[in-house]
């Protein structure tokens, strides 16, 4: 069992930067891939980032790839997404998620466990 929260969302300006984290309790934390997903009102879940449980292998949306950056930190239990170079099309609540297993997925319906999401919000 794995709990997640995330933090470090809020109110941007365009072109600016925000790092999110996740923190996980539960002991299968560092055997468990990892994910960032993001929605908006109306719209589906949509894949952002993820990592594999030892932070090896990475994947990234084509919109986000080359300005999000995902990393983790086993020791302290916690996921990172720096963003960088925000654009107001990035606005929405990001959900951090984890699948039992290693590997990662780019499908929302293969993570097991999420937390309640953070809101960003990118507006001048």
Request: some cysteine; charged content about 15%.
């Amino acid at each position: 069992q794995v709990q997640l929260v995330e933090s470090g969302g809020g109110l941007v300006q365009p072109g600016g930067s925000l790092r999110l984290s996740c923190a996980a309790s539960g002991r299968t934390f560092s055997s468990s891939a990892m994910g960032w997903f993001r929605q908006v009102p109306g719209k589906e879940r949509e894949f952002v980032a993820a990592i594999s449980w030892n932070g090896g292998s990475t994947a990234y949306a084509s919109s986000v790839k080359g300005r999000f950056i995902i990393s983790r930190d086993n020791a302290k239990n916690t996921m990172y997404l720096q963003m960088n170079t925000l654009k107001p099309e990035d606005t929405a609540v990001y959900y951090c998620a984890a699948r039992d297993g290693g590997g990662y997925s780019l499908g929302s319906s293969e993570y097991d466990y999420w937390g309640q999401g953070t809101q960003v919000t990118v507006s001048s």
